[in-house]
């Protein structure tokens, strides 16, 4: 049994267990490779463990994520709801160093933002706002369909991520 498979069929909570994939990741860049490859096998709450604890890991090094994002932004894509928002959310983590490549998750969260899940629009509202703070061509671009979102978008919270956003860039504008 190798580490991932040993840490998810452990007796741990979940969050532990998303945890001790994180600060594997972060001791190990190779663990990652091993992550993405066991991810398609493994069970669906499996999935939503494993790309949480990319999620984790995103948040302090982004740099070890980077050279996965076609595999975060392919997953964009998932049936499963959390894989999306986490999906998401790796991709808002990654965008103030590496702006120039998260822009090509554009489409799929454009996609993701007509989304029934609440979660999964929320976190792509958040994602969507990092990439046009941190992007001035893709501000361009998205400025407007934010706005289209918004007039759309039916949750408070879901919106005031949106308006958030607009307002920073406003406010860098003056």
């Not at 490779?33 to 939503?48: T, W």
Request: net charge positive; aromatic share 6%; hydrophobic share 40%.
């Amino acid at each position: 049994m190798g580490k991932i498979e040993e840490i998810l069929k452990s007796k741990h909570e979940p969050k532990e267990k998303i945890t001790l994939l994180a600060k594997e990741i972060k001791k190990d860049k190779k663990f990652i490779g091993e992550i993405v490859g066991y991810f398609e096998s493994a069970p669906a709450g499996d999935q939503g463990h494993l790309i949480e604890s990319l999620e984790y890991a995103s948040q302090d090094n982004p740099e070890i994520i980077a050279p996965h994002l076609d595999f975060v932004i392919c997953h964009l894509e998932d049936k499963a709801p959390r894989v999306k928002w986490e999906c998401a959310r790796i991709i808002a983590n990654l965008t103030l160093k590496f702006s120039d490549k998260t822009v090509k998750a554009i489409p799929a969260l454009l996609k993701n933002a007509k989304d029934k899940g609440t979660v999964v629009r929320w976190s792509v509202a958040f994602a969507l706002g990092e990439i046009a703070k941190s992007n001035s061509n893709a501000e361009r671009i998205l400025l407007p369909k934010m706005k289209e979102l918004i007039k759309k978008e039916t949750n408070n919270g879901v919106k005031n991520v949106y308006l958030k956003t607009l307002k920073f860039i406003e406010k860098k504008k003056k």
